[in-house]
């Protein structure tokens, strides 16, 4: 029984993933470790098979193959996600948690998550490696991941060096302090290197650390220190 030789370590359950290890210390070694595959190995048409174990009874490995149809892409019902790869391989039951693997280098492009359905169509979303990368320092520990929040929805804005503010949460760490419109050059001091590093520095962060903004407001340079809020609560 697959619940009897392993134990869980952390969890994310804003990101439906959560890591495992045996309990038998001395089977550690049993199986074979992928490699996270970089953010810009990512590709449109990259082909991929998503791996599980539907009877964990007998532990029968299962495979299906397809290709990535979109990276990138935001989701508005799972929000607390950065952005996601959208794969074509048909997911069954028992698929999510398992690993999304470049078919031609072997690597992990994503682990399986939840399945949306528009119009009785299944379109299966895999977290991607590089949010797979940052959370990892903190699932090895035990208990739940909790995920900071800036109360503020971040997109693109006008160039590659900059993010645009859409959106303020009522009382959240923003209010007050970022304005819609406002264009964020650095995060922490770092200059923007996109939505997707932003996104992903913000979902590795804890409920109760500070990040500070810099920009321009109607023109005007501006900086401001937020104190993040957690996930749950919103």
Same mark, same amino acid.
């Given at each position: 029984?697959?619940?009897?030789e392993?134990?869980?370590?952390?969890y994310s359950?804003e990101c439906?993933?959560m890591?495992?290890? *045996?309990?038998d210390?001395?089977?550690?070694?049993?199986g074979?470790?992928?490699?996270?595959a970089?953010?810009?190995?990512? /590709?449109h048409?990259m082909?991929? &098979?998503?791996?599980s174990?539907?009877?964990?009874?007998?532990?029968?490995?299962?495979a299906?193959?397809?290709?990535?149809?979109?990276? @990138?892409?935001?989701?508005?019902?799972?929000k607390?996600?950065? /952005?996601?790869v959208?794969?074509? *391989?048909?997911l069954?039951h028992g %698929?999510? $948690?398992?690993?999304?693997?470049?078919?031609d280098t072997?690597? &992990?492009?994503?682990?399986?998550?939840?399945?949306?359905?528009?119009?009785?169509?299944?379109?299966?979303?895999?977290? +991607?490696?590089?949010?797979?990368?940052?959370?990892?320092?903190?699932?090895?520990? *035990?208990?739940?991941?909790?995920?900071?929040?800036?109360g503020?929805?971040l997109? @693109?804005?006008?160039?590659a060096t900059?993010?645009?503010?859409?959106?303020v949460?009522?009382k959240?760490?923003a209010?007050?302090?970022?304005k819609?419109?406002?264009?964020?050059t =650095?995060?922490?001091?770092? *200059?923007?290197?996109s939505? %997707?590093?932003?996104e992903l520095?913000?979902?590795?962060?804890?409920?109760?650390?500070? =990040?500070? %903004?810099?920009?321009?407001? @109607? $023109?005007k +340079? %501006?900086?401001?220190?937020?104190?993040l809020?957690?996930l749950d609560?919103?």
């Amino acid at each position: 029984n697959v619940s009897e030789e392993l134990e869980t370590l952390g969890y994310s359950k804003e990101c439906d993933i959560m890591l495992l290890a *045996p309990k038998d210390k001395a089977r550690a070694h049993y199986g074979r470790p992928l490699k996270l595959a970089p953010h810009t190995a990512i /590709r449109h048409g990259m082909r991929v &098979m998503s791996l599980s174990i539907l009877d964990v009874g007998r532990a029968t490995p299962f495979a299906t193959y397809g290709e990535v149809n979109a990276y @990138d892409v935001a989701v508005d019902d799972q929000k607390w996600l950065p /952005r996601l790869v959208v794969s074509s *391989p048909y997911l069954l039951h028992g %698929f999510s $948690g398992g690993p999304l693997v470049s078919v031609d280098t072997g690597e &992990m492009v994503g682990v399986n998550g939840r399945t949306r359905y528009d119009d009785a169509v299944q379109i299966p979303f895999a977290l +991607p490696s590089e949010a797979i990368r940052a959370l990892l320092p903190r699932l090895v520990n *035990p208990g739940r991941v909790h995920h900071g929040s800036i109360g503020a929805k971040l997109e @693109d804005g006008p160039d590659a060096t900059t993010l645009a503010i859409n959106g303020v949460v009522a009382k959240g760490p923003a209010d007050g302090k970022l304005k819609n419109g406002d264009l964020i050059t =650095m995060i922490d001091a770092t *200059p923007v290197q996109s939505l %997707f590093h932003a996104e992903l520095r913000i979902l590795a962060s804890v409920p109760g650390a500070t =990040m500070r %903004f810099t920009g321009t407001r @109607d $023109g005007k +340079p %501006f900086e401001v220190e937020l104190t993040l809020a957690s996930l749950d609560n919103e």
